[in-house]
């Protein structure tokens, strides 16, 4: 082994590729002129990682508009490094058709970039195009005596001393790679079977049923689902709308001005869930006018108190109060500025007294309902959030009508900009987001009510979902799902609380969500080890890290000076590994924290003349 310094990134997707973005723009203050040899590896193709490669169905789209995605900072990111401007994945597009940039991608791909628009919907594989390049970008950014070595293989075990020279053994090779320091950016976990998702498993066994587990949709072996026949498929967010289109259009069903025109070989779709209720539509129109004043009511500031205060952090008790009124903040401020005839209060007046309110109090109910005239015009988060608490149908018709009906509400609203503090709770939410994610492990129910709110499907998959409903492909079963497995006649049964008394029946189960992030339960031997060896992981499984750098932390609270990790299996997960221009973008600082805290380990490390072997 030569006495360059090594640094070995775990993950090729997004987030490996903006470590080493970062390290690409820290080098030159932090590094010198200094040689450094980075280990990128991952199985799949460097950039887009697993997720986001190039060999996947043309019908899976984002759910970002191409305005709304960008792998680079700016001056809205905190950062300790420098900003590095690049462009949004639409001005990537424009500078593609304009002959700025030749990306390596197939002439599909290529016939997409040259008709996409702002506000299109991107599929997959354009977006992997421009991870690609992206990734390439980054390379060409690194000063001469840092050299990037791809490895096409996985990484199964990381082990060695505090002190000392890391080993990560990989799948294909028999010596491990020598490391200084090795950077974890996995992205999202496959996952063992829990102890209800086995016992499902062992009765379709029996049975011969067809049961699949939380998965990748487009990693899920679909053909096992029959032609007409019944399927039982829990969970409406994204991996059900992955689902549906892999099950219709994937088996040569078309949409037609509105109306679904089967194949045949369609099953039947039969969706619930706890809301019952698909996510809600991405909003369809662009802010205008001042953004919100955020943060205001949960900032650093607020995020410091919640982490001085002993003892652990009850999100309920502690936590959604702030979110609330800040979400609350966003919204009325959007309203008196841009509707105030809907209003009864001038603007001043009504933030003066909501300052002075409780969140959650009497207080500010009596202020919203006296301020807001009409209902539809108020913040009511508990409603969204269970939008079928309390609703009956009589008949399982009645309930396809009322879910159509609830879907169509939906996307109107959420297209239209007489409703524009619904984008200001969207901002609201981002905000949040990025303060949230410096308390650690909050719990799921945080992350759920996000996604439901905040990153929803794109408007025409909820109007294509409302043609295969009234095409009896995909039908609704409501809120509070239950799944039975029946011994007695071999069946899968499911039943919902919008339409009690009535089950229905399946030979085909599908757990339409993505495993959770959990160390306890991944099916990751690299994650596994590490969690064997002494990571230590919070009460939901995730792994902890320090806030300040991502160092992973042991069972006693120390950092490991030489592991990192960054996702979502760990306590600083965040919303995405890019996101919207001019957001803050949260994984950008936390990449750049991460970048930073392992050259000036290594530059020393260097400088001592201390390479351990």
């Known amino acids: ?207 011969r049923l067809v049961h699949l587990p939380p998965d990748f949709t487009a990693d899920t072996g679909l053909d096992v689902l029959p032609a007409g026949e019944p399927v039982i498929v829990r969970g409406f967010g994204l991996a059900f709308v992955d689902l549906m289109v892999l099950l219709t259009e994937g088996r040569g069903g078309r949409h037609e001005d509105g109306v679904y025109l089967p194949s045949g070989r369609e099953p039947v779709l039969y969706v619930g869930s706890r809301r019952g209720v698909p996510y809600h539509a991405k909003i369809g129109y662009a802010w205008s006018g001042e953004r919100p004043t955020l943060p205001r009511y949960l900032g650093p500031a607020q995020a410091e108190e919640l982490l001085s205060r002993p003892g652990p952090l009850d999100f309920r008790r502690d936590v959604w109060p702030l979110v609330e009124k800040e979400l609350g903040h966003a919204h009325y401020e959007r309203l008196l500025a841009a509707h105030p005839e809907r209003t009864t209060l ?92 410096r308390l650690g492990d909050i719990g799921g129910w945080w992350h759920g009510f996000f996604s439901y709110l905040a990153s929803g499907p794109p408007g025409p998959r909820l109007q294509q979902l409302l043609a295969l409903s009234r095409a009896g492909v995909v039908r609704f079963l409501g809120a509070s799902l239950t799944v039975e497995a029946d011994e007695e006649r071999g069946v899968f049964r499911a039943h919902s609380a919008t339409l009690p008394g009535e089950w229905t029946e399946a030979r085909a189960l599908v757990e339409a969500r993505l495993p959770d992030p959990s160390l306890r339960h991944t099916a990751s031997p690299l994650l596994r080890a590490l969690h064997e060896g002494g990571a230590a992981v919070t009460a939901t499984g995730l792994l902890s890290v320090d806030p300040a750098d991502s160092r992973v932390l042991d069972r006693e609270g120390r950092p490991h000076p030489r592991r990192f990790a960054l996702g979502p299996f760990t306590t600083a997960r965040n919303s995405g590994a890019f996101t919207r221009p001019r957001t803050g973008g949260p994984a950008f600082r936390q990449n750049d924290d991460t970048a930073r805290a392992a050259l000036t380990f290594l530059r020393d490390l260097s400088c001592r003349g201390r390479l351990a072997s």
């Open 346 to 437: 001038a603007a001043e007046e009504f933030a003066e007294k909501y300052a002075a309110a409780e969140p959650g109090s009497p207080d500010l109910d009596d202020l919203v309902a006296a301020a807001v005239p009409d209902p539809a015009d108020r913040l009511d988060l508990a409603a969204l959030d269970r939008p079928l608490d309390g609703v009956r149908h009589p008949t399982a018709e009645a309930l396809q009508e009322g879910l159509r009906d609830h879907i169509t509400a939906d996307l109107a609203r959420r297209h239209d900009p007489g409703h524009s503090p619904d984008l200001a709770v969207f901002l609201g939410l981002l905000s949040s987001y990025a303060q949230l994610i």
């Open 1 to 207: 082994m030569s006495g360059t310094p090594t640094l070995v990134v775990i993950g090729g997707g997004p987030r490996g590729t903006g470590v080493i973005e970062r390290v690409a723009a820290n080098a030159a203050a932090l590094y010198g002129g200094r040689r450094l040899d980075i280990h990128l590896v991952d199985p799949y193709p460097a950039g887009g990682g697993r997720i986001w490669r190039p060999d996947q169905s043309p019908l899976l789209w984002m759910n970002s508009m191409a305005e709304d995605v960008t792998m680079f900072t700016d001056d809205t990111v905190e950062l300790s490094g420098p900003v590095v401007a690049g462009p949004a994945l639409d001005a990537w597009a424009r500078d593609v058709r304009e002959g700025r940039v030749t990306p390596d991608a197939e002439p599909a791909v290529l016939a997409e970039i040259h008709r996409l628009t702002g506000q299109d919907f991107p599929s997959r594989r354009l977006q992997s195009a421009y991870l690609r390049w992206t990734y390439e970008r980054a390379l060409a950014a690194l000063p001469p005596g840092i050299t990037v070595h791809e490895h096409r293989t996985t990484a199964l075990a990381v082990t060695g001393p505090r002190g000392g020279r890391q080993r990560v053994r990989l799948q294909d090779r028999d010596e491990p790679l020598l490391a200084d320091l090795v950077v974890l950016t996995v992205g999202h976990l496959d996952a063992e079977h829990d102890p209800e998702q086995s016992e499902l498993a062992a009765f379709a066994d029996r049975h």
